[in-house]
């Protein structure tokens, strides 16, 4: 890949005596996320529902959870007519098809507002180019400074409210396979899901279809599974 970048600058970030770069992200936050019916798997018990919101409690960002997120892969999106931005990492394709440039640094923690953030070591040159900012052709389109991450769990039909807003299932016992880049307002999970030790940012409103960039949630998640 070669990802360009505007003239921008990460505030504190670190490159080591070997020329890896260190960053710190919030990964996944607390909140109500639209997914289509499809790959929330819940055709069946929720007819006609398009968009299918989904909770993600802050309760499920356990131990289990954030060690399952220990020094995993750090991915950039496959770029390919009709295939997911999200590549699912095994040891069949994790170190052959180029799209992973790092990995999660130390231990993963859970911050007061409810975010799971973590450090992220980038070991690839166009990747460290591109959230480094030291690459200043192209635009803000093409940095990499947004966050999704990518993993598995049980999806709990049920209906409720989070600060107010409706939702019609709860994703539970969270196990991570991967977090990815990607450009600016192209995360589900907002402008707050990023790279966090940068400078200040203007907030995106652009989003893609839930289809396009799934957080990574196993589509045959049922109801209790």
């Known amino acids: 890949q070669n990802w360009h970048i505007q003239n921008w600058r990460i505030e504190n970030w670190r490159i080591d005596d070997d020329g890896f770069l260190k960053v710190t992200a919030h990964i996944l936050k607390e909140g109500v996320y639209p997914y289509s019916a499809e790959e929330s798997g819940v055709e069946d018990e929720l007819p006609g529902v398009e968009p299918v919101m989904q909770y993600i409690p802050q309760a499920e960002f356990t131990e289990e959870a954030l060690n399952s997120l220990e020094g995993k892969p750090v991915t950039v999106p496959l770029i390919k007519e009709n295939e997911d931005w999200h590549q699912w990492r095994n040891p069949e394709n994790a170190l052959k098809d180029f799209l992973t440039v790092g990995n999660i640094a130390g231990r993963p923690r859970v911050t007061e507002d409810g975010c799971i953030e973590c450090d992220m070591l980038i070991m690839d040159a166009d990747a460290i180019a591109a959230i480094s900012g030291n ?17 598995d769990g049980t999806l709990l039909v049920g209906g409720g409210r989070y600060l107010g807003e409706p939702y019609h299932a709860t994703q539970t016992n969270l196990r991570f396979n991967h977090v990815l880049l990607l450009p600016a307002g192209m995360g589900r999970c907002g402008s707050d899901v990023r790279i966090i030790n940068k400078m200040g940012h203007k907030s995106h409103k652009k989003r893609l279809t839930p289809k396009a960039f799934s957080l990574g949630i196993n589509p045959k998640l049922q109801q209790g599974a």
């Open 135 to 151: 690459n200043e052709v192209g635009g803000p389109a093409n940095r990499l400074v947004e966050v999704s991450a990518g993993y």
